[in-house]
């Protein structure tokens, strides 16, 4: 497989040189730590900013995005001092531009409490607007993230996106309408959502995400409708399986938006049961691997509906991948155990949510999925 990167310098590159594409993410990031224990050796500030912005984004596409938490404010410090210095910042577009990916992902930990979120989303507006860049991005972000908790500051937030121009570093339009699809759902505004959605799910609008992760939100928003009893939207209902058949070659085949596997999985068990248990045989690791826990929440919830779907049952034998937790070569599983295990998992993870972020709306989705 290929090397990701270069340095001119010999001793930087070859530890770079050793990364390959097929390493597991824990011995990639090993090595980009060991790059950049060299740069702050030498206190070679641009590869000190340069190779944590690496380490940042790479492990984001590897499913470790929390290390970001660890290695941003480092850079911030560094860029700081750096202004101060020498009036200018190195790599400022690349910093401003996973500062986005910092606000977003704060949406998937609960480690990320409300407070520190607030703090990260003024210094982030500050600094857009010092470089000269629209914070329209960070305030969608912050409107979707306070969506569950704070409605005011929440819509007060989405007006403040509507009322700021998009610029170079503003989030692609399909993303950027995803966003507010995610946005419109989250407050309750249905018809707003599909609106918005629209030119999403006829691939007017489209890229690497997008429209599959538009799809995934909106499956989910159709399954909690279900749980419910309530009316999924006409228009969306019609097209549910073709959108969950695209959205899952991109979780599947091309390996992205893996995060969102549960919201797929919670479709199938309520729509199409059938593909269950195909689709499970490609992640029997999941929750032992991803370290994203709104990720674990949702493909937890998705493993409780389909053991609830089993009825009475003490066991149920199925043929799954060997690195199933639960995996024994005769194939044949104790339904409790699988059941409390997941459950566990589930509660935990909603309530960490809850008590952080003040977000309720997984603690409400569990509460449906056990009275289901």
């Not at 000190?48 to 410090?77: C, N």
């Not at 991005?137 to 704070?150: G, H, K, T, V, W």
């Not at 689709?279 to 053991?307: A, C, K, Q």
Request: aromatic share 16%; net charge negative.
């Amino acid at each position: 497989m290929g090397v990701y990167f270069y340095d001119s310098i010999p001793e930087y590159n070859e530890i770079l040189n050793d990364i390959r594409e097929d390493d597991s993410e824990e011995t990639r990031m090993r090595k980009l730590r060991m790059v950049i224990d060299l740069a702050d050796r030498n206190k070679d500030r641009n590869r000190q900013i340069k190779y944590r912005l690496q380490a940042m984004e790479d492990t984001t596409f590897y499913g470790d995005s929390f290390q970001m938490y660890s290695l941003f404010p480092v850079v911030l410090k560094l860029c700081d001092e750096a202004f101060k210095e020498e009036g200018k910042i190195p790599f400022l577009y690349s910093i401003l531009w996973d500062y986005k990916w910092l606000i977003e992902e704060s949406n998937y930990f609960y480690q990320v409490s409300a407070a520190h979120f607030e703090k990260l989303v003024d210094d982030a507006v500050k600094r857009f607007l010092n470089a000269g860049f629209s914070p329209r991005p960070i305030y969608l972000q912050a409107a979707i993230f306070y969506a569950a908790s704070d409605p005011k500051k929440s819509a007060d937030y989405y007006n403040m996106f509507l009322e700021t121009n998009r610029d170079g570093i503003s989030d692609c339009l399909a993303c950027e309408k995803t966003n507010e699809v995610i946005y419109f759902l989250f407050t309750g505004q249905e018809d707003k959502a599909m609106e918005k959605a629209a030119p999403l799910f006829a691939k007017f609008l489209r890229c690497t995400d997008a429209p599959y992760s538009t799809y995934l939100h909106c499956l989910l928003y159709a399954s909690e409708k279900a749980l419910q009893g309530k009316m999924i939207p006409a228009g969306f209902e019609a097209s549910m399986a073709e959108y969950a058949a695209d959205a899952r070659k991109a979780v599947v085949n091309r390996k992205l938006l893996v995060e969102q596997a549960g919201k797929l999985l919670i479709y199938y068990v309520l729509f199409e049961p059938n593909k269950v248990l195909p689709f499970i045989r490609r992640f029997p690791d999941y929750t032992e691997v991803i370290r994203n826990p709104y990720g674990v929440f949702y493909f937890s919830v998705g493993m409780l509906l389909f053991i609830k779907s089993l009825g009475d049952k003490e066991t149920y034998k199925m043929k799954i991948d060997s690195r199933f937790k639960f995996y024994n070569p005769e194939n044949t599983y104790n339904v409790k155990e699988m059941y409390d295990y997941y459950l566990d998992i589930a509660k935990t993870t909603a309530e960490n949510f809850s008590k952080s972020q003040g977000n309720n709306r997984m603690k409400s989705l569990l509460d449906l999925v056990l009275e289901h």
